[in-house]
């Protein structure tokens, strides 16, 4: 199966597949192509089988294919150039491209120096047939070739807005685009993007991808199930002069006792008067 794509940018393609394919301004084609000279609609691809024919829809807007104008039909074939006012298309074969060495080992290298930030674009638009766009640590969209992520969207900006990660977050700020960026439904000039927002380039959306928000997480300290015992303080030991007070203390209570009270005490005293009377009697008797 072939391909079309623009001749400086082969990342922006489309497969040519029957019946056939639409390439204009407007986003309602398969290939979206931003020149002035560039109608609305201005050509078809009809696919049959491995044959591809051009059919112009523009007569007074002449196609030229390789170095013949065409303002009708004609045939295309592997490594065809088209060329619409500034615009250049080639038409490839992919399996024959993924043989080319040097050049496409080049750009793996340059793939593979870029920095994995963990954040990405995902394409809602089926002109971009959800597509991934890994994002750099600065990323520039728009409808320039010289852009990062160079898009072919008739209301796109040359430099449309700017994707940039600091510090693990990523952020979007809008270039002067004619047409607006906006987050989340809202137009903004520069905001902070998180994972699951969506952006949009004037009608060309796309879900944001990325790491979850740090910021957002809430610790969970962990309980163990069988927590250790509190240790409690052991009571403090006497001191030596507490020890000899307490021992002096105690020999004095038995030393010197308490007379009780109550009814033992007061028949202490009645034996007691009962004897000295006897005693008294008897020192009188003997007189």
Request: glycine share 6%; proline share 6%.
């Amino acid at each position: 199966m072939l391909k079309i794509r623009y001749k400086n940018n082969k990342y922006n393609s489309v497969w040519l597949v029957e019946p056939m394919i639409s390439i204009g301004r407007s986003a309602t084609n398969d290939l979206v192509v931003d020149d002035p000279y560039v109608a609305d609609k201005h050509f078809e691809v009809h696919v049959t089988h491995e044959t591809l024919t051009l059919k112009n829809l523009q007569p007074m807007k002449p196609i030229r294919v390789n170095t013949v104008d065409v303002i009708g039909a004609c045939t295309l074939k592997v490594d065809d150039e088209i060329t619409l006012g500034a615009i250049e298309l080639v038409v490839i074969d992919p399996k024959r491209e993924s043989k080319v060495g040097a050049s496409e080992a080049a750009n793996a290298t340059q793939m593979r120096a870029v920095p994995a930030t963990g954040w990405a674009l995902k394409a809602n638009h089926t002109a971009l047939a959800n597509r991934v766009f890994p994002l750099k640590e600065t990323t520039v969209i728009g409808r320039s070739a010289d852009c990062d992520i160079s898009l072919a969207a008739a209301h796109l900006s040359r430099r449309h807005a700017q994707l940039q990660v600091i510090d693990g977050a990523l952020f979007v700020k809008d270039l002067g685009s004619a047409n607006g960026t906006f987050l989340n439904g809202k137009q903004v000039m520069e905001a902070r993007v998180k994972r699951g927002d969506e952006l949009r380039f004037d009608a060309l959306t796309f879900g944001v991808m990325g790491p979850a928000d740090e910021m957002a997480k809430t610790t969970v300290r962990t309980v163990p199930k069988n927590p250790a015992p509190v240790a409690r303080p052991a009571p403090a030991k006497p001191s030596s002069q507490q020890g000899k007070f307490s021992t002096q203390h105690s020999f004095a209570k038995k030393e010197n006792p308490q007379p009780s009270s109550g009814v033992g005490g007061k028949a202490g005293l009645i034996v007691l008067g009962i004897l000295a009377v006897v005693v008294i009697a008897a020192f009188i008797f003997k007189r």
